[in-house]
């Protein structure tokens, strides 16, 4: 299965927030190594050896939606998991996996247009006055289906390339991601080297969570994270950095949330020189990013035990947290190659002091 076959792969699952259990079970059929998992769902495989431990790590699950009101006439009402862009709600298709392992298909309502006065085209219709149609005629109807308050509801899943070397579709966030990771995993099991705990984590679209525990479990000194990069290759985008798709894999140096989590990651400077380094040493282009507005779970792991040696580290993604984000295999395909080169060169006595010239 190439690289490309497995992110489609993945991205075929659903897993929101809080009900990965799926796409846990197809990431572990995927990884083929002997495996952990947690309370959480965390879901995480080792390569044992000597010297600093390190935690590479994605997030599984993906945003969407929970059912939080069943209408008498068979409607859906929502509330959003993560930050769902709300403009980009009205006509898409969305799925509720059922804990049984089938699937109930519906659309998000959008107004008609013959009906839609002229002040209402030009405004964005709240997630409370929302609604998702799946063909159900009564509240009795769509209970006998198996729907209920709490029900998670994602973007219809399916990927599908777009153009010669990039893929389309939703939860590219961070199952672009995943299946790096698993053929990371697979080829560090296959060498030696210092110790690396290859982890698949929850929780992410829901405030950072899962990858905490896991990380005071584990202790590690090293985090790397793996994650989306803002690609700024778009008319929309070109004031925000310099990330281009196809452009190779990036770091970042600076994230910020700055909206009520003021959290994020200003890396630590060997993790830094190691990537540039193994970068350049191995010809792969290394794109560099700095954002506010942005947010992973690393924010919260650099602060396990004394600290962690920590950075993020990522591919260029387009259309973020939409159900049509796009990426560039290619890019995917080098921050594999990187990952692994620059692991190999963790040694047993990788200097981590920040007083190291």
């Known amino acids: 299965m190439t690289l490309r076959d497995l992110t489609l792969d993945l991205m075929n699952v659903p897993g929101l927030s809080g009900h990965e259990d799926r796409i846990r079970a197809r990431i572990r059929d995927r990884l083929n190594l002997p495996c952990e998992t947690d309370m959480l769902g965390n879901l995480w495989t080792t390569r044992q050896g000597e010297g600093p431990t390190v935690l590479l790590f994605t997030h599984m699950d993906q945003l969407g939606f929970i059912v939080r009101k069943i209408e008498p006439d068979g409607y859906l009402r929502l509330e959003r998991m993560g930050g769902v862009p709300e403009k980009a709600l009205p006509s898409q298709e969305v799925m509720i996996p059922l804990r049984d ?10 107004k008609s247009h013959h009906a839609t006065a002229p002040e209402e085209k030009y405004t964005v219709t709240r997630i ?3 609604y998702v149609d799946c ?13 209920q308050i709490g029900a998670p509801v994602v973007y219809l899943t399916g990927g599908y390339p777009l153009g010669k070397n990039r893929i389309c579709g939703p939860a590219i966030d961070d199952r672009a991601g995943c299946a790096v990771l698993v053929e ?15 982890a698949f984590t929850t929780l992410e679209e829901f405030n950072l969570r899962g990858a905490q525990p896991l990380a005071q479990r584990l202790q590690p000194d090293i985090a790397i994270q793996v994650d989306l990069m803002l690609a700024s290759d778009t008319p929309d985008m070109a004031d925000r950095g310099e990330m281009t798709l196809g452009g190779g894999p990036g770091i970042s140096l600076y994230t910020f949330h700055g909206r009520g989590t003021l959290n994020g990651v200003i890396p630590h400077p060997a993790m830094v020189r190691l990537f540039e380094t193994t970068a350049q040493a ?3 282009p290394l794109q560099r990013s700095a954002q506010s507005g942005v947010l992973t779970d690393l ?4 602060l396990t035990g004394n600290g962690v040696a920590a950075l993020d580290v990522g591919f260029p993604m387009r259309y973020s947290h ?3 984000e796009v990426a560039d295999m290619r890019d995917l395909e080098q921050l594999r190659d990187l990952l692994i080169a ?16």
């Open 322 to 324: 939409s159900s049509r």
């Open 101 to 110: 392992g089938t699937d109930v298909l519906g659309i998000i309502t959008n």
């Open 128 to 130: 409370a006055d929302l």
């Open 135 to 147: 063909g159900f005629e009564s509240r009795a109807e769509a209970e006998a289906a198996g729907i």
């Open 184 to 198: 990371v995993a697979q080829a560090l099991a296959k060498q030696s080297g210092v110790t690396v705990h290859t």
């Open 342 to 357: 620059a692991l190999g060169n963790i040694t047993p006595d990788f200097e981590l002091s920040r007083d190291a010239s």
């Open 282 to 284: 191995e010809g792969i």
């Open 299 to 302: 924010s919260y792991v650099q």
